[in-house]
């Protein structure tokens, strides 16, 4: 069997994206935020097509979220922040609300919210996700933008989707 596969290429040419990063645990989320950059520069966003907006922390990033996606001016929304079980005893509020929160985002809104928020037990865990030693969150959710605006972008011009009703993915079209 060969089924036909929809997967998004990797052009972020004509998208635009919003990043929306906490201020907490800066030395660390500015370097998810360096990584997305980058691997969005790489995949051809225009710098004029990102829009950065700072939150305090990542409690706060779902209603930016919200209220970012609602201007209907970007294809994606990337959340990005660090939250370390070991700093705080309010790990699962922080960590919980921001995941449940820019999940409710998507689902609300139809535009794709990624989650670039780095949650790990220790600092040296998040060290490392942070790209200084290597791999990058931020890299990778930047990349996970593009892929799946690339795959809403067919699936919202697929004929047989749009005839005789509303499209689903009216953002991207
Ligand atoms: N916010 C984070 O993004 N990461 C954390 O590790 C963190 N800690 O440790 O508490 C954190 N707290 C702040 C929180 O996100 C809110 O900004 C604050 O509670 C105000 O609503």
Known sequence: MQPKVHQGRLNAEGFRFAIVASRW?????????EGALDALERLGAEESAIEIY???GSYELPLTALKVAQTGEFDA????????RGETPHFDY???EAAKGLASVSMQTG???????????????AINRAGVKAGN??????MSAVEI?????????GEKQTKGKEKVFPHVV
């Open 25 to 33: 645990n800066d030395f660390l989320t500015s370097k998810l935020v």
């Open 94 to 96: 922080v960590a919980g």
């Open 137 to 142: 969150k931020g890299f990778e959710v930047a």
């Open 149 to 157: 605006v690339n795959l809403y972008k067919e699936m919202g011009s």
């Open 111 to 125: 535009v794709p919210v990624l989650f670039g928020v780095v949650t790990t037990d220790t600092l040296e865990q």
């Open 54 to 56: 700072k939150v305090p």
């Open 77 to 84: 929304v990337i959340g990005i922040g660090t939250v370390i």
